[in-house]
């Protein structure tokens, strides 16, 4: 029997499902309410022993972890239902609501089913071809707690497609979208600046890859609007709920590009009632140290190459060295001697011996005080003389020759500012261009340096390398996670990927990415050469997301002009929306920054009279960013700058590179040619500019499009 009549008085089906909805909502006040009285009971005898205080500290943090994994906010709490087909083996049709959380009855009888569990897998799954043993899927078109309308599916063994038409079955993971009116509901949404949600109307072919087993690497490969994001977030989420032990001890750490990407997608996982997973671009991991800006691109690449750690390495040996001149040390009535021989010896062995550099300074420390100590007929004892003479200026100059305690700054800091260090570490490993391309100007303090994106994973290199400076420290001891998820990853660099790797406890990484979105320094070409890097031993599973759900095909067909010949085989994701307006594009008489501004401004405001509560970005070269912002300002027009902060306002300006990743409801993309001049992956970061607007797309030009668009520009008759 299906739960919904068991309400027990005639209803329509809408008003029927809001009764249902309106019970669940009811049961999970309801378990909120014995939770805060739990607490309050536990709470009341705050005394007693330091025992009984620390397991009421425990206490207390789970008591509000719960509390947080049922708020709901805004969001709705049931996506729908599923109605089983029964087996014909006696076991009958079953009814089963399936939402954010599970929630249970006072009579611990379930009444929504977490998105989650095995028994809601039908629900994100079932197709035509394989129904899963459902006979009818609703999915609930909703706004919080209230209904505002039903998508029904119906399924019947081989016989009718996932909308319930009589006809051939759609092919298992394709073809039509399922839950057409849901999906389309929330396409349709305007967006707010945040990652919508996107749980109840989740795919049969995203729900594969969020579902996939734990262990090994997976890599997902999906072009714009795929739902790689949504697929990212979701699986951190549903592995920590499926491998409950141990990934709550472990973690799960989930990587993005930019501080823009993290503010933009930081509500899903709490929606999610999973506030334990870890959010951090990868200078964020690096906690001690001040990152901002990038390198020029030949340097970058050079930061980025796997080269990079021989360098480093070598950086660490050439600061461990015997003395240039024999130390004489006079300690009461004798002469103590420690030879240029004798100090290389020691340091020859520190190295056998340590671990790591940092380790290696007390190995170093005590054989030369013994050294010294045995340095004369009449020996003395090396302890004493360690603490006569350790903190010396003559003993303490010659430790820090021979092994100076490192922080990863300061050793990056000395190599950075010495063309002689830097020739010394990367003699046969780096060509003369390269090394002075790391060359910069010292600073007074290594304190004082702002470190680009580029230089953190030679930090946290160094760091590995180094260790702690003192024996109970921490500052040299790297996280580790059960899990890591990196969206964007097509873009990392082999040094960046030894920086993830460093942070997994068994190798267990999901890489989500668009190869055709490469566009950093170290774009890839294709995923068997990040694979290599990242799993040289096992290789990885691979899946990829084929259905565009965010960019209509006009604008998709638009954008994919931009895909450089040699990426022929990457079909882009085929857009679930066929309809929608054609690309507009602007073009002026030339590109005078005045005639440019005013086309800007005139585009920004008829634009927003057709998206109405929606958001807008003006999206442009990096150098143009400062010029179009004064430009909207000038003009009277609220909006923000993307930098840090996700987009906040009604309307952005950013550059293209900070807006991958992110989604708009129309995008105006101004001189194209500027974008695609940006770097050597130019095409690209133009092909990322132009497939973010989920409803309308703009283009503003006063110099020729690159040819590829003016060809695609021409076909719409612009």
Known sequence: MSPASEIGVPMSELEAEQAYVDRAHACLEATRRRVREFWDRVAAGRSGTHAARFERDVLEHRVFQRLGQLELGDR?????????????????????????????DEDQASVVCDWRAPVAEPFFRATGRRPLGLARRRRFISRGSRLLGLDDEHFLAGGLDGDGDAGPPAPDGGGVPQGKSALLAALEAPRTGRLGDATATIQAEQDDVIRAPLPGVLIVQGGPGTGKTVVALHRAAYLIYTHRFPLAGQGVLVIGPNPVFLTYVEQILPSLGEAGVRLSTLGDLLEDVPVGGHDSEPVARTKGDARMAAVLRRAVRTRQRGLREP????????????????????????????????????LVTSAFFEALAGSTRRPVDAAELATAHGETTDVRRALDWMWPRLTPAHLLHDLFGSRALLAAAGAGVLSDAEIEGLFRPRQAHADDVVWTTDDVPLLDEARMLLGSRSKRGTAGRIRTYGHIVVDEAQDLSPMQLRMVGRRSLNGSLTLVGDIAQATSAWAHDSWDTLADLVSPEAPPHFAELTIGYRVPQPIMTFAAACLPPEMADLVPPRAARPGGEPPRIVRLPGAEPDALAGAVVAAVGSELQHVGAGNLAVVCADEQVTELSGALAAAGVPHGVAARRALGTQVSVCSARTLKGLEVDAAVVVEPSRIAAESTAGMRLLYVALSRATQRLTVITGEPLPEPLEEAAAAIGG
Do not use: M, Q
């Open 327 to 362: 130390l004489v040390l006079d300690h009461g009535l004798r002469r103590l001697r420690l030879s240029t021989e004798a100090s290389a010896a020691i340091v020859a062995r520190a190295r056998r011996r340590a671990r790591t550099h940092n380790a290696g300074r007390r």
């Open 76 to 104: 709705s709490l049931c996506f729908g239902r599923i109605d089983t087909a029964g087996d014909g083996d006696g076991d009958g049709p079953e009814t089963f609501y399936v939402g954010r959380i599970g929630v249970w």
